[in-house]
């Protein structure tokens, strides 16, 4: 974003200039309405730029979708027949008494095993793609949040060296006017503490805005030193979902479709479990050759366990324990994520009445308080000390303003990071 020179960037540079009409100079300038911050922005790196960055570069995303192309690979697996075996005997080891037996024997399997096993690998494939949703909704969420933490931190680095500027023009002013002999030397004081505590936050603006690109570096997934300037606009604030569109995202949020589907899994599973109890036959099929009688006999052998004691019931009652616990898991996440997502829609709500309000009202109302306070001193109404404070109001107004800009902005992101973001964005 480009800096934005306000009205009173001239005030500063005239107070520098000349420095004992200063004041007099603000007061007749001609008056602007205050700008916002929605100038047309430079050419840098997009939002955009970096979802698509975030979605290529992420680790943690990149193995959820190596973890659904194994869930993939694993319903190819469960619909595999089981293989055949093969076994040879032989009895006696002399040649004229030996009997040589060979034997070809292939599971079947009963009580419809396999089918269950597919449906099984099927609902954690399931769970795997929803996993998969739920981690690119965060990872989009987080670059979202970071790229306008950074965006807002460059702003407060431009609010911060306007501030020092015009807190130094002040001290330039008041120390010219104490040589004049028109103001007491108690006002230069004054002057320069205010351009000392414009400096500290001016480099604390610096540091926080360092701080924000390394978090949107790390968003991304590459060094801070690759990250140029921002292009986007502050301002530029989401809208709060209706009723109707809240709802209707709200059923198909990535966190409850996982825990649907981790429900469905473990049905598939206690499914699979009770097919269990029924043994699978198995078929045998061979040859029996006795040299003693010179002739080979056929053998046809039919195998099945016998479920006397073994019926697989823990089993079963440990699947269909874990079915119902996932499904009041599945309760409880639908219970919690409506109450986030309506706290998070209400908090957006309330912070772009706030941003209104701020960017209608309080705004130009502070910077009109600054002018008048710097009329009223150059008239002789006010002292020094009340400019001063005009002036500190006047910029607190605008830090206010992007604070409640950025926590519009992290109350948008937080709404996406439930109901999951565009399904269109980059995916890996």
Do not use: C
């Not at 604390?204 to 590459?222: N, Y």
């Not at 926590?407 to 992101?413: E, G, K």
């Amino acid at each position: 974003m480009r800096r934005f020179h306000l009205p009173l960037l001239s005030t500063a540079l005239m107070l520098v200039l000349n420095a004992p009409a200063a004041w007099s100079q603000a007061s007749t300038g001609s008056q602007s309405p205050p700008e916002t911050l929605s100038a047309p922005p430079r050419s840098g790196l997009t939002l955009q730029q970096v979802l698509h960055n975030a979605a290529q570069n992420n680790a943690r995303l990149r193995a959820s979708a190596l973890e659904a192309q194994a869930a993939e690979a694993a319903i190819q697996q469960a619909g595999v027949l089981p293989n055949p075996s093969l076994s040879v005997d032989q009895e006696d080891t002399r040649r004229a008494t030996r009997t040589t037996s060979v034997l070809l024997s292939q599971p079947l399997e009963l009580g419809g095993k396999r089918a269950a096993r597919v449906e099984l690998a099927q609902r954690a494939h399931d769970l795997a793609q929803a996993e998969l949703a739920d981690r690119r909704a965060d990872v989009r969420a987080t670059a979202t949040q970071a790229f306008f933490d950074a965006l807002i931190a460059q702003e407060r680095v431009a609010v911060a060296e306007e501030s020092l500027r015009i807190a130094s023009g002040g001290t330039t002013a008041a120390s010219k006017r104490v040589i004049a002999g028109k103001v007491s030397p108690t006002e230069e004081t004054r002057a320069k503490v205010a351009e000392a505590n414009a400096r500290i936050e001016w480099v604390q603006a610096q540091a926080e805005k360092d701080i924000a690109l390394q978090a949107l570096a790390a968003a991304m997934g590459t060094s801070q030193a690759t990250v140029p300037a921002l292009d986007g606009r502050v301002d530029a604030l989401p809208g709060v979902p209706d009723g109707t569109r809240l709802d209707a995202r709200l059923t198909a949020a990535p966190a409850l479709r996982r825990a649907q589907a981790d429900v469905q899994r473990s049905a598939a599973a206690y499914q699979l479990e009770r097919s269990k109890r029924i043994p699978d036959l198995t078929l045998s099929l061979g040859t029996k050759r006795s040299e003693e009688l010179g002739r080979n006999q056929a053998l046809i052998g039919v195998s099945i366990p016998l479920p006397v004691f073994d019926r697989n019931q823990g089993g079963q009652l440990e699947a269909l324990r874990r079915q119902e616990a996932a499904q009041a898991l599945a309760e409880a996440e639908a219970v919690r994520l409506k109450s986030e997502v309506m706290q998070a829609a209400a908090q957006l709500k309330s912070r772009r009445a706030e941003v209104e309000a701020l960017k209608n009202d309080v705004l130009p109302g502070a910077q009109s308080a600054y002018e008048a306070a710097s009329r009223g001193f150059e008239l002789g109404k006010f002292g020094f000390l009340d400019v001063l404070d005009a002036q500190r109001t006047w910029l607190l107004a605008r830090t206010q303003y992007l604070r409640a800009l950025s926590d519009a902005h992290r109350a948008a992101a937080e709404l996406d990071r439930r109901l999951g973001g565009d399904e269109n964005a980059t995916q890996p």
